[in-house]
Each structure stands twice: as structure tokens, then as C-alpha cells.
């Protein structure tokens, strides 16, 4: 299988290192969790793989000319704004094929005046959606209902039997059980 | 009589009624509706400043808010939550005050500019509101998509491997340049309430973002003709008439 993505003692931070060295491969085709308590660093792991964090020790290797996707726990700034789901979509090139038919027909309202969860879904889904050969989630099950993280699941197995591989992170255990192939666990405690 | 009066005046205001509300909806887009008074403020003493030293006002206004423009985005990232639209407002009127205190010409541009002189503008001006708004309204429409994203998914780019910079810095010297064109003709206030209330109104009511631009637009615009025919039959300037008309219809539809 085609690697993606390969970290060898990766210690990732903003200002300075705020993980434990961590080793991962991510294939094609791969659904891998990140799991561990709060503060031990998952997100960033995910930002520096995205690029927006430092990578302070360790080796990142992406395969070249991958596209990444990422979604992040920040809520993107929608609410006063007049944009409907359908632009929201349109603009990552994200299609609208494959929504739950709880969204699929309030794509024409306004995104702030769709409630939280509805407006997570829509959100994420413009990520998940969006070409990209590796995607990245943070915490993508806050906020959904069963029916959203059921809809959820299927769909990520689908996207990663399509070739996509994927990096989730996710307190949700049952979530992380019924969707991932294996699970990395971060340790906690003092970080070199 | 009209005609050579009030058309090259209207035809004017007309080309910026259509211009600032469509602008004005990409600078509440980014939060950065305040760096549109600044702007025009900058274009203000920069006109003031130029009379001074012997060069064409106009010339001196666009330099002045291009620079402003090109080079806000280094002071932004230090000077973060609006500080450095606030600190380049407060400049701006500080030194045009001072300018119009201690030259009797620029007194005189001064009131102009801030009381706005549209029923002076030339065929000169009218070429370039129309051109440059035409040309502006054509690069909004490319960096349109761009902007959007740069708001909603800020990591975009980067995952991409795309520079963000150019479009920020485009984009804000865009806005600059049309703010200045608006003041020397519309007055700093009317070119403000023309790219601050008509999005502030459809922002509230529109469905999307399109009909966001074509309602921040119909406004203006229905704003603009109310307020040329208001100040007209009332004998009035027009800035303030046309500021006082876009207040009283933000605060009935709010």
C-alpha cells in the first residue's frame, strides 16, 4: 500500500515541544485513531502535520504531492454571515452526493440559521468532501447526534475503501472502535 | 443646464454607489470594515499633504492610502483586535487636521473632503470611477472564492501549499486605492456609510452570500438616487443627506 504519511520520534509544539516523541505510518486506504487523555498533545500532532505547528525532533515525511485535508475543534466564523451550505460546499469543491437526508435539503439555508450540529456536519463535510488524498479530524463526532456519528462512520470507511487514508482524533471510544483499523494511544508525562 | 450641472456629478456617485457597497461586503467578510474609515482618512491627509507640497491632491491620496494598504497587513499582525486601523484612522485625521489648521488652500480641500464634493466632480473623475470601479469589481469577482475561504478555512492554503499573502495584501490594497477614489469625491463619511451600511443591512436579511452582494448593492444604490434627489430639491450637500438617509434606513430595517 502506497505510504502517506511517516512521523519517526515526531515531538510537535507551538512555542515549544508539548508531546512525547511519537512514531506513525499512514497508508492508503487506513483509518488510524489518536487517542489519549487532554494535553498530551493530539491536535498538535495533527497541526504540525498540517504545518501550522512546529515540529521540534523527529522526522516527518509526507509522500510528495499529497493533498491534505484538515478539520479543526475551531468552529469556522459563520454565524452573521449570509452563506448557504450549497456555497459553503462549493467552495472546498466539496459535492453535496452522500449527505444524510437530514442536510441534504437545507443546503439553501443559511448556515447560522441551521442548528450547531447541523452546522458542524455541514462544516465538516465541506472538508471531508474536498479532494485530498490524507485527511486529518479533530474531534469530528462533537456535537453530532447517533444518527450523525452513525452517518459519520460509514462514510469515513467508505472514504478510506476509496483510498484515502486518515489521522482521527477522538475521545469518542465507540466511535474510535467502529471506525479505525488500529489506534495510537499519546502518552501523557514530562515531555523532553 | 442639468445635464452639464448634475449628470457628470450623478454618473459619478452612481459608478461608487455600486462599487463601495459590493467592497464594503468583502471588508465585513474580514472583519475589517474599521480599515475602511481609515483608509479614508489616510487618502485625506495624503490629499492635504500633497496640495501642500505643490502635487496634485489626487495623486497624493491614492499614494498615501496605497501605501496604507500595502504595508497594513505588518502592522496588523503586531498591532492585533483593529488596532492598527484605529491607530492609522487617528494618524490620518490628526494630520489632516493639522494640515488644513496651518494652510488656507488645504482648509479648503480639507471641508471639501470631508463634507464630500460630489457635485464638483469633473469627466476626469468620472472616467475613473467608472473604470476603476469597473476594474475593481472585476478582481473582486476573481479573488471572490479566495476570500471567502480565507475566512471560513484558514488552513486552506497552506494544506494546498498555496501563499495566502498575496491575496490579503491585494485585497487590502484594492480596498485602499477604491476608498481613496470615494473619499475625493463622495467625502469621508459618505464613502464610509456607502461600504459599511449597505452589507451591515444585507448581512442581517440575505439568503446567501450572492444575494448578500446583490441586496448590499440594491441598497446603495436605491440609497444613493433617494439621497442625490433629497439633497437636490432641499439645496443640501450631499454627503451628509446621503449618510443621514443610509442611517435612517439601517435603523428602520434593523
Known amino acids: 500500500m502506497t505510504c502517506l504519511l511517516r512521523a519517526q520520534g515526531l515531538v510537535a509544539g507551538w512555542q515549544q515541544p508539548a508531546t512525547q516523541p511519537l512514531d506513525l505510518t499512514i497508508t492508503a486506504g487506513e483509518v488510524v485513531g489518536l487517542t489519549g487523555p487532554n494535553g498530551v498533545g493530539k491536535s498538535t500532532v495533527l497541526a504540525a502535520i498540517a504545518g501550522r505547528a512546529k515540529v521540534f525532533a523527529g522526522r516527518l515525511e509526507r509522500a ?23 456555497e459553503l460546499l462549493a467552495l472546498t ?43 486529518l479530524l479533530d474531534e469530528p463526532t462533537n456535537n453530532l447526534d ?47 | 443646464m442639468w445635464h452639464e450641472l448634475f449628470l457628470t456629478p450623478f454618473l459619478t456617485g452612481l459608478a461608487l454607489a455600486v462599487l463601495l457597497p459590493v467592497l464594503g461586503s468583502y471588508l465585513r467578510l474580514r472583519d475589517e470594515w474599521l480599515a475602511a474609515l481609515a483608509y479614508s482618512h489616510v487618502a485625506a491627509a495624503g490629499a492635504l499633504l500633497a496640495l501642500v507640497a505643490g502635487l496634485a491632491p489626487a495623486l497624493g491620496g491614492l499614494a498615501a492610502a496605497g501605501l496604507a494598504g ?35 488652500l488645504a482648509e479648503r480641500l480639507g471641508h471639501a473632503l470631508f463634507d464630500g464634493q460630489l457635485y464638483f466632480a469633473d469627466a476626469g473623475q468620472l472616467g475613473l470611477a467608472v473604470g476603476g470601479g469597473a476594474l475593481a469589481l472585476f478582481a473582486l469577482r476573481r479573488l471572490s472564492r479566495h476570500l471567502l475561504l480565507a475566512r471560513i478555512y484558514p488552513d486552506f492554503f497552506r494544506l494546498r501549499g498555496v501563499q495566502a499573502w498575496p491575496i490579503a495584501v491585494g485585497f487590502d490594497l484594492l480596498a485602499a486605492l477604491c476608498l481613496a ?4 469625491i463622495l467625502g ?63 435603523l428602520i430595517v434593523a
Open chain 1, 64 to 86: 510528495p504531492g499529497i493533498r491534505l485535508g484538515l478539520q479543526t475543534q475551531d468552529v469556522p466564523p459563520v454565524v452573521g454571515m449570509p452563506i448557504s451550505g450549497r
Open chain 1, 93 to 135: 469543491d466539496a459535492t453535496p452526493t452522500g449527505l444524510p437526508p437530514w442536510l441534504a435539503d437545507r443546503l439553501d439555508i443559511r448556515l447560522d440559521c441551521l442548528s450547531g450540529g447541523q452546522r458542524h456536519y455541514l462544516t465538516l463535510w465541506a472538508v471531508l468532501q474536498a479532494p485530498a488524498d490524507l485527511l
Open chain 1, 146 to 192: 447517533q444518527a450523525g456519528v452513525a452517518h459519520l462512520t460509514a462514510h469515513l470507511r467508505e472514504r478510506a475503501e476509496n483510498g484515502s487514508g486518515l489521522l482521527v482524533v477522538s475521545h469518542d471510544a465507540a466511535f474510535v472502535g467502529a471506525v479505525c483499523d488500529r489506534v495510537i494511544e499519546l502518552g501523557a508525562g514530562d515531555v523532553a
Open chain 2, 70 to 104: 500595502a504595508t497594513r497587513r505588518l502592522f496588523s499582525r503586531r498591532l492585533s483586535g483593529g488596532a492598527a486601523d484605529a491607530l492609522l484612522l487617528s494618524g490620518g485625521w490628526a494630520l489632516a487636521v493639522l494640515l488644513a489648521a496651518n494652510h488656507p
Open chain 2, 181 to 184: 477614489l470615494a473619499t475625493m
Open chain 2, 188 to 250: 469621508v463619511m459618505g464613502a464610509f456609510s456607502l461600504v459599511f451600511i449597505p452589507p451591515w443591512l444585507a448581512f442581517r436579511r440575505a439568503a446567501n452570500w450572492r444575494a448578500g452582494l446583490r441586496l448590499a448593492l440594491a441598497i446603495g444604490a436605491l440609497g444613493y438616487l433617494g439621497a442625490f434627489a433629497l439633497a437636490l430639491a432641499l439645496d443640501q450637500p450631499f454627503g451628509p443627506v446621503l449618510t443621514i438617509l443610509l442611517v435612517m434606513l439601517g
